[in-house]
């Protein structure tokens, strides 16, 4: 069983910078792969980016250039560095666990979630 806690959320004007975190314990992080999905206000739950036990990353087209994913296995966190921030960036973003690595975009792939931390920009 893997512990996600999410963190690092907060309140930021358009064209500001955040860096959310998620803490796993529990099970041993080298086994899964990583990622983080947002839920705006109203709407689905959406992938935001991956990242696979080798460190191999992936983005959604929203986010590619603006957003990166990264992993310190010694400490068992995986990062998400949110820089030029728009207000449709807007979100409860959400820490996630996957065992494999297919369908990296779909929600029912990842076995444990965190409990997500809001992001708010403003314009």
């Known amino acids: 069983q893997v512990h996600l806690v999410d963190s690092g959320g907060g309140l930021v004007q358009a064209g500001g910078s955040l860096r959310l975190s998620c803490a796993a314990s529990g099970g041993i992080f080298l086994r899964y792969h990583m990622a983080w999905f947002r839920q705006p206000p109203g709407k689905d739950r959406e992938f935001v980016a991956h990242?696979?036990?080798?460190?191999?990353?992936f983005y959604a087209d929203s986010v590619k250039g603006r957003f990166t994913i990264s992993r310190d296995n010694a400490k068992n966190t995986v990062h998400l560095q949110m820089n030029s921030l728009k207000p449709e960036d807007t979100a409860v973003y959400y820490c996630?666990?996957?065992?494999?690595?297919?369908?990296?975009?779909?929600?029912?792939?990842?076995?444990?979630w965190g409990q997500g931390t809001q992001v708010t920009v403003s314009s």
């Open positions: 996630a666990a996957s065992s494999l690595g297919d369908n990296i975009e779909r929600t029912t792939m990842y076995n444990y």
């Open positions: 990242i696979r036990r080798s460190g191999a990353n």
